[in-house]
């Protein structure tokens, strides 16, 4: 398969008046061609840090890229200069934001906003921009597109503006689509509806979607490949079916328990103990051993590498080690992984109506 | 739309009454008369006098007659100079006090815009700390205060420009920077602040992530929204710079109204005091109704809430 976007030894940092927050450690994860590779994780894990990352997004100061290369083609983005990145962005890498409430201009009529990327990468008139704009509204589903591509985003409402801002992100026909938390701000039924809308999309256009979420019902819905992120390190990476049916870190079983599921009512949710460790100083050995029942005295001691357990899936965990104790995930939770069907929906995608 | 500004004319001119009432009643509490060198007059030409201008009324009845005279147009004459129309008076001194309030207000508005923008792009470096420093000093120290530093060093030590007097463009750059001093230092601190909140707002990350120039970003999508707070401090401003305009003409001896106020305070120029007062009353009020208009211009949410007709 092709690999369209290849991220290796990322590091991000932040300078701030305590000192050197480490948002993200050495990520490494690749994208192929058509296909979505979700990045899961609880908040600041770094999910949202890499994906800006990419698009090189990150205000700078006080962040900056500390090392690692982002290859794009044959191209590391991490090196390009401002106004070789500005030709990138928008038209070969879109990014959709989280909240459509505040990620619009409130006083620029949509299609303005559309059409603003299409007047900058495709040299296009005003009112050809204006022609595409309204096809764009059409085809993310927007009724009357005609009448509303002269309307302001007060105007709409969430789900319709989150259908905006993806017309706005596919504007230039982009190769890499980077969706940071697209349906968190937004209701059940409506996440569904833009799920579904993101899937159709792809479909159409060949997109590869880089899908940020911490909602795992979400992922089992709409990826085809998964890394987990803990700690500005990706722990565990693997198809939809090797995370969901066979997950091998402690961390993921951990989401997998405290996933709550709509199916049955008699199982016990399952927190994860603890909080995230404090990136101003990272702890030594794997950053999750203090929250891990597992966690042996080498996790305390040294950083676990990438074990191998298929050609698509490595997890970093002592557990995995040939030395190491075999440990079976809790009960309730191997209960819950056989439940878990991911090529089914989790939630009710099809039953969406297109009136928000 | 129409309806919105009917209701809010009306409203004015209930405003405008309110004002001339109270400031009449005010006026009658000033001490001494109107006329100069009162001792060296009898008895009988004060009587005469005061019965000539109506001044021997009850002051109910003399509230009643200005009021039926302001509502037909009619100001009055003046006490000082005789017999002369206060409307006359008050255009033939409209003229200076007009031409330096408009120009202090857009060369303050635009050079405050141009400091707040470029201290909010260039935050925390030394650019951004000078202009507040300037914006600090032009807020702290009063226009009168910078009118006579200016006089004394520009005017009379280097001799570049005019002391006083109204006689040409040279004649008006003194009193702009005075009473400009104040605009430039409050729109470029609130502009600052605007473009700051902005520049952290969803919106300008998605304008980035299109790909736009950071010129675009800041001229399309930030100037434009951070200015929409701007406009609601214009109005006050606009009222600051006018009666920082009274003691300014006072200073640099501009024949202008604010001078004509003060004077005819000093000399209890009953006529003049309305006149003037109402002047700037009604000045005030229509500057406060086009910044309510202006905010529905630049900002839709406003528009629409104003009501579609």
């Known amino acids: 398969m092709e690999k369209i976007l290849e ?44 994906s800006k990352a990419v698009m090189r997004l990150i205000p700078n100061p006080p962040g900056r890229i500390k090392e690692g ?67 764009l509204l059409k085809l993310v589903g927007i009724p009357n597109a005609e009448g509303r591509v002269n309307e302001f985003p007060h105007q709409f409402s969430g789900g319709m503006r989150q259908r905006v801002v993806i017309a706005i ?9 980077i969706a940071d938390e697209p349906t968190t701000a937004l209701d059940v039924t409506i996440q569904a509806q833009i799920l579904e809308l993101l899937n159709d999309l792809q479909e159409k256009m060949g997109t590869s979607i880089i899908f940020i979420t911490h909602d795992l019902g979400v992922v089992a819905n709409i990826a085809d490949r998964v890394a987990v992120m803990y700690a500005g390190k990706i722990v565990e990476t693997g198809t939809v079916d090797e995370i969901f049916y066979n997950p091998q870190h402690p961390y993921t079983w951990g989401l997998l ?39 042996m005295k080498i996790d305390t001691e040294m950083e676990p590498p990438l074990f191998k357990i298929s050609d698509t899936h490595y997890a970093a965990t002592w557990l995995l080690h040939e030395k190491a104790p075999k440990v079976e995930p809790p009960g309730a939770i191997k209960k819950r992984m056989q439940g878990m069907a991911p090529s089914e929906p989790i939630i009710g995608a099809k039953d969406g109506g297109k009136n928000v | 739309m129409g309806r919105y500004i009917g209701g809010r004319i009306i409203s004015m001119l209930i405003t405008f009454l309110i004002i001339a009432s109270l400031t009449f009643f005010l006026m009658k509490l000033l001490p ?19 019965d000539k201008y109506g001044l021997n009324d009850p002051v109910p009845v003399q509230y009643f007659n200005y009021m039926k005279n302001l509502l037909s147009g009619d100001l009055g004459v003046s006490f000082q100079q005789d017999g002369r129309e206060v409307s006359t008076i008050i255009g033939e001194r409209i003229g200076p006090s007009a031409y330096l309030g408009l120009q202090s207000l857009v060369v303050g508005t635009i050079i405050g815009l141009f400091l707040g923008i470029i201290a909010a792009l260039k935050h925390n470096s030394f650019l951004d700390y000078g202009t507040m ?51 430039v230092a409050t729109i470029a601190r609130f502009m600052r602040t605007e ?15 299109k790909g736009l120039s950071s010129t675009a970003v800041v001229i399309r999508h930030t100037i434009r929204n951070a200015s929409i707070p701007i406009i609601t401090i214009m109005g006050p401003l606009v009222v600051g710079l006018m009666t920082g305009t009274l003691v300014i003409e006072q200073i640099f001896v501009i024949p202008g109204l604010g001078e004509k106020f003060v004077n005819s305070i000093l000399t209890n120029d009953f006529p003049i005091i309305m006149g003037t007062t109402l002047f700037f009353s009604l000045l005030f009020i229509i500057v406060i109704l086009i910044v309510d208009i202006m905010y529905g211009i630049i900002d839709p949410r406003i528009r629409l809430a104003g009501g579609k007709s």
Not at chain 2, 202 to 208: C, E, F, L, N, S
């Open chain 1, 69 to 135: 290369e982002i290859k794009f083609g044959d191209r590391d983005l991490a090196q390009l200069s401002e106004k070789e990145m500005q030709k990138i962005r928008g038209s070969e890498i879109s990014m959709i934001f989280q909240d459509p409430m505040t990620s619009l201009n409130p006083t620029m009529t949509i299609g303005k906003q559309i059409m603003e990327g299409l007047v900058k990468h495709q040299n296009m008139s005003k009112s050809e921009a204006k022609e595409r704009a309204v096809e």
């Open chain 1, 257 to 295: 328990g405290s996933m709550p599921s709509l199916d049955s009512t008699d199982e016990e949710l399952i927190a994860i103990p603890g909080s995230p460790p404090d990136l101003l100083d990272p702890p030594k050995g794997d950053a999750f051993a203090p929250r891990n029942p597992y966690a």
């Open chain 2, 32 to 50: 001494g008369t109107p006329f100069n060198n009162q001792d060296k007059l009898t008895e009988t030409q004060i009587v005469q006098l005061n």
């Open chain 2, 133 to 183: 420093v300037i914006a600090v000093l032009g807020i702290s120290i009063p226009n009168f205060v910078i009118a006579g530093l200016m006089q004394y060093w520009l005017g009379v030590k280097w001799q570049l420009l005019p002391v006083a007097y109204w006689d040409g463009f040279a004649y008006t750059i003194m009193p702009t920077i005075a009473i400009a001093s104040i605009v």
């Open chain 1, 7 to 50: 991220v290796n030894d990322l590091h991000v940092s932040f300078d701030t008046f305590a000192g050197e927050v480490q948002a993200v450690r050495g990520v490494n994860f690749h994208l192929n061609k058509g296909e979505t590779l979700a990045i899961v994780g609880e908040s600041g894990s770094g999910k949202s840090v890499t």
């Open chain 1, 169 to 177: 992100a596919l504007a230039c026909n982009p190769r890499v689509l």
């Open chain 2, 195 to 209: 473009m700051l909140e902005v520049l952290g707002q969803d919106y300008i990350t998605t304008a980035k992530a």
